[in-house]
Protein backbone atom coordinates (compact mmCIF):
# COMPACT_ATOMS: atom_id res chain seq x y z
CA UNK A 1 0.00 0.00 0.00
CA UNK A 2 1.42 3.21 -0.83
CA UNK A 3 -0.89 5.74 1.30
CA UNK A 4 1.85 7.80 2.69
CA UNK A 5 2.00 7.75 6.49
CA UNK A 6 3.66 10.65 8.97
CA UNK A 7 3.63 9.29 12.58
CA UNK A 8 3.61 11.58 15.90
CA UNK A 9 4.36 9.80 18.86
CA UNK A 10 5.55 10.82 22.54
CA UNK A 11 3.90 11.08 25.95
CA UNK A 12 0.66 12.71 27.48
CA UNK A 13 0.41 16.14 27.64
CA UNK A 14 3.28 17.17 24.65
CA UNK A 15 0.85 18.79 22.81
CA UNK A 16 0.86 15.73 19.51
CA UNK A 17 -2.78 15.49 18.75
CA UNK A 18 -3.32 19.18 18.06
CA UNK A 19 0.30 19.04 16.44
CA UNK A 20 -1.41 15.90 14.57
CA UNK A 21 -4.41 17.86 13.66
CA UNK A 22 -2.85 20.94 12.30
CA UNK A 23 -0.80 19.06 9.83
CA UNK A 24 -3.31 17.07 8.71
CA UNK A 25 -5.18 20.10 7.72
CA UNK A 26 -2.47 21.15 6.19
CA UNK A 27 -1.84 17.97 4.27
CA UNK A 28 -5.68 17.62 3.76
CA UNK A 29 -4.54 14.48 4.88
CA UNK A 30 -6.71 12.19 7.49
CA UNK A 31 -5.93 11.23 10.83
CA UNK A 32 -5.79 8.73 13.36
CA UNK A 33 -5.57 9.85 17.69
CA UNK A 34 -4.59 6.34 18.47
CA UNK A 35 -4.70 6.88 22.06
CA UNK A 36 -8.76 7.81 22.07
CA UNK A 37 -8.93 3.77 20.43
CA UNK A 38 -7.34 3.09 23.83
CA UNK A 39 -9.71 5.57 25.72
CA UNK A 40 -13.05 4.27 24.16
CA UNK A 41 -11.95 0.59 24.92
CA UNK A 42 -11.22 2.06 28.74
CA UNK A 43 -14.63 3.40 28.55
CA UNK A 44 -16.50 0.61 27.54
CA UNK A 45 -14.30 -1.43 29.88
CA UNK A 46 -15.49 0.86 32.56
CA UNK A 47 -19.36 1.40 31.67
CA UNK A 48 -19.34 -2.49 31.75
CA UNK A 49 -17.42 -3.21 35.04
CA UNK A 50 -14.75 -4.94 33.62
CA UNK A 51 -11.79 -4.80 35.51
CA UNK A 52 -8.77 -3.50 34.01
CA UNK A 53 -6.47 -6.52 34.69
CA UNK A 54 -9.06 -9.03 33.18
CA UNK A 55 -7.72 -9.94 30.08
CA UNK A 56 -10.28 -12.24 28.66
CA UNK A 57 -13.01 -9.49 29.18
CA UNK A 58 -10.95 -6.97 27.96
CA UNK A 59 -10.68 -8.83 24.63
CA UNK A 60 -13.97 -9.82 23.98
CA UNK A 61 -15.09 -6.31 24.29
CA UNK A 62 -11.79 -5.22 21.83
CA UNK A 63 -13.24 -7.65 19.55
CA UNK A 64 -17.50 -6.13 19.74
CA UNK A 65 -16.08 -2.31 20.07
CA UNK A 66 -18.40 -0.59 17.82
CA UNK A 67 -16.58 2.92 17.48
CA UNK A 68 -16.93 5.96 14.78
CA UNK A 69 -14.38 8.35 14.24
CA UNK A 70 -16.65 11.28 12.21
CA UNK A 71 -13.77 13.96 10.53
CA UNK A 72 -15.24 17.26 10.85
CA UNK A 73 -13.86 20.52 8.73
CA UNK A 74 -11.58 22.17 10.28
CA UNK A 75 -9.53 19.42 12.19
CA UNK A 76 -12.20 18.62 14.53
CA UNK A 77 -13.23 14.94 14.81
CA UNK A 78 -16.56 13.49 16.56
CA UNK A 79 -16.15 10.17 18.25
CA UNK A 80 -18.73 7.81 19.08
CA UNK A 81 -19.47 4.07 21.26
CA UNK A 82 -22.11 2.60 19.98
CA UNK A 83 -23.63 5.58 18.21
CA UNK A 84 -23.39 7.47 21.51
CA UNK A 85 -21.38 10.65 21.40
CA UNK A 86 -18.44 9.99 23.78
CA UNK A 87 -15.67 12.70 22.26
CA UNK A 88 -15.72 14.87 25.69
CA UNK A 89 -16.49 11.18 27.77
CA UNK A 90 -13.17 9.64 26.87
CA UNK A 91 -11.19 12.73 27.53
CA UNK A 92 -12.14 12.37 31.93
CA UNK A 93 -8.01 12.05 33.02
CA UNK A 94 -10.05 8.52 35.17
CA UNK A 95 -10.55 6.78 31.46
CA UNK A 96 -6.80 8.44 30.61
CA UNK A 97 -5.37 6.27 33.73
CA UNK A 98 -7.64 3.16 32.80
CA UNK A 99 -6.14 3.53 29.30
CA UNK A 100 -3.27 3.06 30.21
CA UNK A 101 -3.58 0.28 32.41
CA UNK A 102 -5.23 -1.76 29.76
CA UNK A 103 -2.61 -0.70 27.19
CA UNK A 104 0.37 -2.82 29.08
CA UNK A 105 -1.34 -5.78 27.81
CA UNK A 106 0.41 -6.75 24.85
CA UNK A 107 -3.12 -8.95 23.50
CA UNK A 108 -5.07 -6.28 24.15
CA UNK A 109 -2.76 -4.06 22.08
CA UNK A 110 -2.70 -6.73 19.15
CA UNK A 111 -6.75 -7.07 19.21
CA UNK A 112 -6.23 -2.85 18.24
CA UNK A 113 -3.77 -3.10 15.69
CA UNK A 114 -5.95 -3.47 12.74
CA UNK A 115 -8.71 -0.76 13.83
CA UNK A 116 -5.23 1.57 13.77
CA UNK A 117 -4.12 0.70 10.26
CA UNK A 118 -7.58 1.07 9.02
CA UNK A 119 -7.23 4.50 9.00
CA UNK A 120 -4.30 4.58 6.87
CA UNK A 121 -6.09 5.55 3.52
CA UNK A 122 -5.56 7.97 0.51
CA UNK A 123 -4.43 10.73 0.25
CA UNK A 124 -2.66 10.07 3.31
CA UNK A 125 -2.56 9.82 7.35
CA UNK A 126 -1.00 11.98 10.31
CA UNK A 127 -0.94 9.35 13.33
CA UNK A 128 -0.44 10.32 17.04
CA UNK A 129 0.28 7.52 19.87
CA UNK A 130 3.29 6.11 21.78
CA UNK A 131 4.15 3.26 19.36
CA UNK A 132 2.96 4.34 15.51
CA UNK A 133 6.30 4.88 14.35
CA UNK A 134 7.24 1.98 16.05
CA UNK A 135 4.83 -0.70 15.93
CA UNK A 136 1.80 0.21 13.79
CA UNK A 137 3.18 1.94 10.87
CA UNK A 138 6.91 0.88 11.74
CA UNK A 139 7.31 1.62 7.38
CA UNK A 140 6.11 5.50 7.69
CA UNK A 141 7.23 8.02 5.53
CA UNK A 142 8.72 10.71 8.70
CA UNK A 143 8.38 9.82 12.16
CA UNK A 144 8.45 12.56 14.73
CA UNK A 145 9.22 12.14 18.44
CA UNK A 146 8.15 14.78 20.50
CA UNK A 147 9.48 15.90 24.26
CA UNK A 148 8.82 18.25 26.60
CA UNK A 149 9.72 18.26 30.59
CA UNK A 150 6.98 16.68 32.41
CA UNK A 151 6.95 20.16 34.28
CA UNK A 152 5.81 22.10 31.62
CA UNK A 153 3.08 19.53 30.22
CA UNK A 154 1.80 19.87 33.68
CA UNK A 155 1.42 23.12 32.97
CA UNK A 156 -0.24 22.86 29.79
CA UNK A 157 -2.73 20.18 31.11
CA UNK A 158 -3.48 22.82 33.92
CA UNK A 159 -4.06 25.25 31.82
CA UNK A 160 -6.60 23.33 29.77
CA UNK A 161 -8.30 22.62 32.64
CA UNK A 162 -8.26 25.65 34.25
CA UNK A 163 -10.08 27.25 30.73
CA UNK A 164 -12.85 24.80 31.35
CA UNK A 165 -13.04 26.28 34.79
CA UNK A 166 -12.08 23.25 36.65
CA UNK A 167 -9.97 23.97 39.90
CA UNK A 168 -6.68 22.38 39.41
CA UNK A 169 -3.62 21.21 41.59
CA UNK A 170 -0.58 21.27 39.46
CA UNK A 171 1.46 18.87 41.66
CA UNK A 172 -0.90 16.27 41.64
CA UNK A 173 -1.18 16.77 37.96
CA UNK A 174 2.57 16.98 37.21
CA UNK A 175 3.05 13.55 39.77
CA UNK A 176 0.28 11.57 37.46
CA UNK A 177 2.16 12.54 34.17
CA UNK A 178 4.70 11.39 35.46
CA UNK A 179 3.69 8.31 36.66
CA UNK A 180 1.42 7.29 33.20
CA UNK A 181 5.08 8.41 31.17
CA UNK A 182 6.84 5.54 33.64
CA UNK A 183 4.13 3.26 32.73
CA UNK A 184 4.06 3.81 28.95
CA UNK A 185 7.63 3.58 28.87
CA UNK A 186 8.66 0.78 31.21
CA UNK A 187 5.67 -1.38 30.15
CA UNK A 188 7.42 -4.44 27.82
CA UNK A 189 4.88 -4.86 24.49
CA UNK A 190 5.44 -1.69 22.55
CA UNK A 191 6.61 0.57 25.32
CA UNK A 192 6.85 4.74 24.57
CA UNK A 193 10.28 5.17 22.72
CA UNK A 194 11.16 6.72 19.92
CA UNK A 195 11.64 4.66 16.93
CA UNK A 196 15.37 4.64 15.45
CA UNK A 197 14.67 6.53 12.25
CA UNK A 198 12.48 9.32 14.44
CA UNK A 199 13.49 12.95 14.33
CA UNK A 200 13.52 13.99 18.04
CA UNK A 201 11.93 17.40 18.69
CA UNK A 202 11.59 18.64 22.02
CA UNK A 203 8.73 21.65 22.53
CA UNK A 204 9.43 22.57 25.80
CA UNK A 205 8.97 27.07 25.96
CA UNK A 206 7.50 26.70 22.58
CA UNK A 207 3.70 26.76 21.49
CA UNK A 208 1.84 25.57 19.22
CA UNK A 209 2.36 27.45 16.39
CA UNK A 210 6.01 27.50 17.01
CA UNK A 211 6.14 23.75 16.72
CA UNK A 212 4.34 23.53 14.09
CA UNK A 213 6.65 26.05 12.46
CA UNK A 214 9.42 23.36 12.86
CA UNK A 215 7.71 20.64 12.07
CA UNK A 216 6.70 21.95 8.70
CA UNK A 217 9.81 21.89 6.86
CA UNK A 218 10.71 18.42 7.81
CA UNK A 219 7.16 17.29 6.41
CA UNK A 220 7.77 19.29 3.39
CA UNK A 221 10.88 17.14 2.57
CA UNK A 222 9.64 13.90 3.22
CA UNK A 223 6.49 14.04 1.21
O1 LIG B 1 -2.69 9.74 24.11
P1 LIG B 1 -3.67 9.48 25.21
O2 LIG B 1 -3.33 10.14 26.51
O3 LIG B 1 -5.08 9.76 24.77
O4 LIG B 1 -3.60 7.90 25.46
C1 LIG B 1 -4.17 7.29 26.59
C2 LIG B 1 -3.31 6.09 26.98
O5 LIG B 1 -3.42 5.08 25.97
C3 LIG B 1 -1.81 6.38 27.10
O6 LIG B 1 -1.41 6.76 28.40
C4 LIG B 1 -1.17 5.07 26.71
O7 LIG B 1 -1.03 4.24 27.83
C5 LIG B 1 -2.18 4.42 25.80
N1 LIG B 1 -1.75 4.49 24.40
C6 LIG B 1 -0.88 3.53 23.95
N2 LIG B 1 -0.51 3.50 22.65
C7 LIG B 1 -0.96 4.44 21.80
C8 LIG B 1 -1.82 5.45 22.25
C9 LIG B 1 -2.19 5.45 23.57
O8 LIG B 1 -0.44 2.68 24.72
N3 LIG B 1 -0.58 4.37 20.52
Not at 6 to 35: C, E, M, N, Q, Y
Not at 97 to 117: K, N
Request: proline share 5%.
Amino acid sequence: MNVPVITLDGPSGVGKGTLTRKLAAALGWHFLDSGAIYRLLALAAERQGISPEDETALLKLAAELDIRFEECPRGDVEIFLNGEPVTQAIRADAIGAFASRIAVLAPVRDALLERQRQFRQAPGLVADGRDMGTVVFPEATLKIFLTATAEERAKRRANQLRAQNVSVNLEQIQRDIEARDLRDSSRTVAPLKPAADAIIVDTTGQGIDESFARLWPMVEAAI
